[in-house]
């Protein structure tokens, strides 16, 4: 069940623009926490929210165009192959049978995690995954007895164990986030105002070129 192998972190989302927000934030868990990679993975059918605005073909070519170079960040896009929403779970076997013996780190911002119970097969995550909870300083942690209880089993307090076990870990890493959303890029898009400096300068000349989200 042990391994030497550097985890491999996992960020989802519809990246409907892919930003800052979402490229920092990956930055700084690929060096914080030692990983091989932090692989973004877009969400081709998001099962719990509106379908996203841009085409698959244009968020995947925005993430491209944003991690053109960068050491550490990667592209998944898995989840276009498959009919369906898209479930996380699934997306974790799918991992799992390709990198058999490597450790996982589902990367999660409190917000999710806290919405955990709400999940397909939530109480699966943990025999496929660990999971990194990002936490911003002064947020508060679960209070309901489910998500209290499954923290306490599964909270790690070495960050080396994630490195040590393939899955079942929760390791809470506070992190400095910027309040960025692509909902405020897409609201001023759409309202003809500048988002500039919340994404890449690259993706924007793309969303123009492509005149998205108006």
Same mark, same amino acid.
């Given at each position: ?79 276009? &192959? ?5 479930? $996380?779970?699934?997306? =974790?076997?799918?991992? %799992?049978?390709?990198? #058999?013996?490597? @450790? ?15 999940? &397909? ?5 943990? $025999?496929?995954?660990? =999971?990194?909870?990002? %936490?911003?300083?002064? #947020?508060?942690? @679960? ?72």
């Amino acid at each position: 069940m042990t391994t030497a192998q550097k985890p491999i972190g996992l960020l989802g989302g519809t990246f409907d623009p892919v930003h800052h927000g979402h490229l920092r934030l990956a930055l700084e868990l690929y060096e914080k926490l030692d990983l091989a990679e932090v692989r973004l993975i877009p969400s081709a059918i998001p099962p719990h929210r509106h379908p996203p605005l841009a085409s698959p073909q244009m968020r995947l070519a925005m993430i491209q165009i944003a991690i053109q170079g960068v050491k550490g960040l990667t592209l998944d896009d898995r989840e276009f &192959y498959r009919t369906g929403p898209s479930y $996380t779970i699934h997306t =974790l076997e799918s991992l %799992r049978a390709d990198f #058999t013996t490597q @450790p996982l780190c589902l990367i999660l911002g409190m917000d999710a995690f806290l919405n955990l119970p709400n999940w &397909y097969q939530w109480e699966r995550l943990m $025999t496929l995954t660990h =999971l990194v909870v990002v %936490r911003r300083a002064g #947020t508060v942690l @679960p209070e309901t007895h489910d998500l209290q209880h499954f923290l306490h089993i599964h909270q790690l307090h070495d960050q080396e164990e994630l490195t040590q076990n393939r899955v079942g870990g929760i390791w809470i890493e506070e992190i400095t986030q910027l309040t960025i959303s692509a909902t405020q890029i897409r609201n001023l898009l759409a309202t003809h105002k500048n988002p500039r400096y919340l994404l890449p300068h690259s993706v924007l000349n793309f969303i123009y070129t492509h005149q998205l989200y108006r």
